[in-house]
């Protein structure tokens, strides 16, 4: 809630607040006789650097496409999908049944199941018959392949990576390499008939919502990648989620770990309508058009460096950032995580965009596991119910903190909004709270905060005492705070025990930061003018009556103790901001 300055060093005791500081009607911070208002405080900007690792991502939503179909493209796919929608249906059982008992052959009676690669006949058939018969299941489908490059052997490359992963129909990249054992979720295999098709390949089953799973399927890739034949190739779509094809999000590192040569497969779709299987109703509009042209370019294989080699994160960039190049397309960082969030905002009524913080890159600077950013989301919902494209404005959030819109409101404010466009949207949220506020809301800082409130050291806080501080903080006397004091009285006994303060001020840490921006602007004013200050006081030596110039005096006090340390330009939660923001 209403934190100090933050911690204060190791091995420094902390005083509880000089509450000298404050007059007893709370008017307002003085300086000479003049209170401190927040019109004054807010001529002043806080330096916040960006770092570039935090700006927006290039692409804003790479899970979802935004093509309309025009009148005519939807006439023309309708009279074509009469015709061609049931031969192709037809056509398509067929060659499935007829792949899955090939399928079935191959795999009868084969002992050790996943864990042993079938050689012989059994691999040989797999290669030449599902081969065959997806080649011909794609052509009957309408898809015209064309092939750029050379298919890689065994020995050059264990490991084919193709991107960017947009539908189901990237299964083609299997037949033009072989059938070579691929990365799929352990819930495919379960399909009927296609489950036996997908079992004949031996497949690395994987499990997004296991980490055991996710360990032993890095643990069987290098197994694999390393055994010098004995399995096949192994394809990998290391972006592990479909996208619209207008980047290549993060790519995982599974295919890279075994520090093996990979060889990069870049798949296109050069049509005018679009190829994707997001949804049942793009797949079947795929399979209306009268033919939809692919393009597969197989690029050289790439060798990893020692470095590479050793850092698996640094190897997977690296081929991403190639295949980045010749598909002349951006990168960005987002991840399947991010897909999750974006569903869920959905589900909140905001913008699925909202959702997309490219989770992966903040959550390994910011320290943050997937279900506190889900957990922070319902909370930005909350606030930005009320407003229009699922982003907050100064008025939610003051609303939000149940205070009125003042100079060390928007101060607070402004540290949230990033990129200053006078809003806050779910990624500036994530940030801002784990950079500005989250660090300056530590038990220390509470405790320090409760102190301050609890002016007759009685243990509680009374709504008087809450009045006094809130309104000297933001500058506003006359400050109506009853309905903050009821929300934070759990017990509505009219006073606020330590444990109700400090459960509230855990739920809203923005509260820490509103009040240590509050201190920064008095400092930083304390600070301006303090050569005139010196004046004062020396004519307050020579001035027997000027009580101002003791209130000066007083109030310079304010930045120079235990609360406000005078050796700390910048508290806590700033300094973090400044450091990592």
Known sequence: MLGGAGPAAPGTAVAPPNRR????NCPGWWRGGVAISGASMAQRTLPLPRQQSFSPPVVPNPFVYPGR????????LVLLGIILLPLRAICMVILLLLSWLSASVATFRHTGGASVPLKGWRRSM???TLSCLTRTLFFVMGFRVKVKGK??????????VAAPHSSFFDAIVSALTGMPSIVSRAENLSTPVFGTILSSLQPVAVSRQDPDSRKSTVTEITSRALSRGQWPQILIF??????????????????????VPVQPVLLRYPNKLVCSTFLKELCIMTL???FTRVEVEFLPVYVPTEEERNDP?????????????ALKVPVTDHTFEDCRLMISAGQL????????VEFTKISKKLNLKWNHVREQLDTFAAIASASKGGQIGIEEFAEYLKLPISDVLRELFLLFDRNGDGTIDFREYVIGLSILCNPANTEETIHMAFKLFDQDDDGTITEKEFACIIQSALGLPDLDVSNLFKEIDADETGKLSYDEFKNFALEHPEYAKLFTTYLELQRHQLGISEEDDNIQSSEAKHTPIRKPAVLVSETRSTARNKVCPADCEEDNSSTSDKKDD
């Open 21 to 24: 500081l404050m007059r007893s």
């Open 69 to 76: 179909l025009s009148a005519g493209d939807k006439l023309r």
């Open 126 to 128: 797999i290669q030449a």
């Open 151 to 160: 298919v890689a052997s065994l020995q050059e490359a264990p490991v084919f």
């Open 238 to 259: 290391p972006e592990g989620t479909c996208t619209n094809r207008s980047c290549l999000i993060t790519f995982k590192q599974g295919a890279f770990i075994p520090g």
């Open 288 to 290: 209306c058009q009268l």
């Open 313 to 325: 994160i640094l190897f997977a960039n690296r081929v991403r950032q190639t295949m980045a190049t």
């Open 349 to 356: 009524t905001l913008p699925m965009e909202a959702g997309l």
